[in-house]
């Protein structure tokens, strides 16, 4: 048998040895760029997503919380209400049926009923309606939740008659002075409210009432909304009767 010459063995394991190490390079590349491309047998372990369940967007804001949303007649005055119990129970601001022997109540399914004042608070604008008929269907809003400066909010209301009408914008502030000084520890916000937004719901973006809209400052004396707007805190809505007061809270709407 013909014998190979050393110098050539030792060549030959070079060539073997650069071609090893060159093919352990690219399946190297290969999986770093499979991995990081999704196409490899391992894919890289990634973070998982942020929860966004509790997030709603503003239609799904007014999907959820439309149905609990009341029309409210009190005279010629109009203004609005949120159904807060099983009961049918309506939450209001107090100067919208202030002194008024007939209020009528519009529920979202078009079931109109006569009601009564059942609680006042006028110290906190505040007060609670009993309808005489409920709609087939009871859907109470969500009470509570907290709220922080700059968070969004959605306002739901009838402002200038205009039925079922939605406003977002962010809370502006906290424990706000009405203009006139008549109500404290206010949420300040910025959604548009009108005349006939008082006693609809202050919304978070999850859907849940943090305040009950009372009033806006109007510097122009004419309300008009100035990107100012007031709601009284949910937590201090239900805080219960301290009976009779001023209306309070600046140009009421």
Do not use: C
Not at 34 to 58: F, K, N
Not at 70 to 94: C, N, P, R, S
Not at 185 to 198: C, E, K, R, T, W
């Amino acid at each position: 048998m013909e014998r190979v010459p050393q110098q050539a063995v030792a060549g030959r394991a070079r060539r073997f040895a650069v071609a090893g190490g060159a093919l352990l390079v690219v399946a190297l590349l290969a999986y770093w760029a499979g991995s990081l491309g999704g196409g490899g047998a391992v894919p890289r372990p990634s973070p998982s997503p942020t929860p966004t369940a509790t997030t709603l967007t503003t239609p799904e804001v007014y999907k959820r919380v439309g149905p609990s949303v009341v029309v409210i007649q009190a005279g010629k005055a109009f203004g609005t209400g949120m159904i807060a119990a099983e009961d049918g129970t309506v939450l209001t601001a107090h100067h919208v049926v202030k002194g008024s022997k007939d209020v009528t109540l519009t529920f979202a399914d078009g079931t109109k009923a006569k009601a009564v004042v059942a609680s006042a608070n006028p110290k906190r604008d505040i007060a609670t309606l009993k309808p005489e008929k409920l709609p087939e269907i009871v859907v109470p809003a969500t009470l509570g939740g907290s709220v922080t400066v700059g968070a969004p909010v959605v306002a739901i209301g009838n402002p200038l008659g205009l039925t079922y009408s939605v406003s977002t914008g962010v809370v502006s502030g906290l424990d706000r002075t009405s203009q006139d000084g008549d109500l404290e520890g206010l949420i300040q916000f910025d959604a548009s409210v009108n005349p006939g937004s008082s006693g609809g719901p202050l919304l978070d973006a999850r859907g849940l009432v943090v305040g009950v809209v009372v009033s806006i400052a109007d510097p122009g004396g004419d309300e008009a909304f100035a990107g100012i707007a007031f709601a009284v805190p949910i937590g201090v809505a239900l805080g219960g009767d301290e009976g009779d007061g001023p209306p309070g809270g600046g140009p009421l709407i």
